[in-house]
């Protein structure tokens, strides 16, 4: 038979000892908890990580498909003012031809005036 003092004894190591069991299990969960909250932030790095470098692939093969779209407009805006420059050089030239016909015509009707009397 236990004394009034020794049973309070007992209690209190009993209750010590589930105390100091409480602790460490939460002493272990908190470390499951920041090893799970350690391992998702991880995944969560990775998987922002992998997403970047897919933006980044994404973001140059748009600049280089630009950079092609763009050379190629160059082209054809090359292409339209040198057919605009033969156009132009063209009716230059036929302007040239009916300003020389003209001319000679003037030239013609000039010496026609002139030596009408004699």
């Known amino acids: 038979v236990l004394e009034k003092g020794e049973s309070i004894a007992l209690k209190e190591k009993f209750a010590g000892k589930m105390a100091i069991q409480t602790e460490k299990q939460l ?5 499951l908890a920041r090893t799970a909250a350690s391992n998702e932030v ?19 093969e748009f600049e280089q498909e630009l950079a ?5 407009v160059e082209k054809e805006i090359v292409k339209d003012v ?17 300003i020389v016909e003209v001319e ?4 013609t009707d000039v010496k026609k005036i002139f030596s009408f009397g004699r």
């Open 27 to 31: 002493q272990q969960q908190a470390v």
């Open 104 to 107: 000679k015509e003037i030239v």
């Open 42 to 60: 991880g995944s969560v790095e990775k998987s922002a990580g992998k997403a970047l470098v897919r933006i980044e692939d994404k973001a140059l």
């Open 82 to 98: 040198v057919n605009a420059e033969k156009e132009i050089v063209k009716d230059v030239e036929e302007v040239e031809e009916e």
């Open 68 to 72: 092609q779209d763009v050379g190629n």
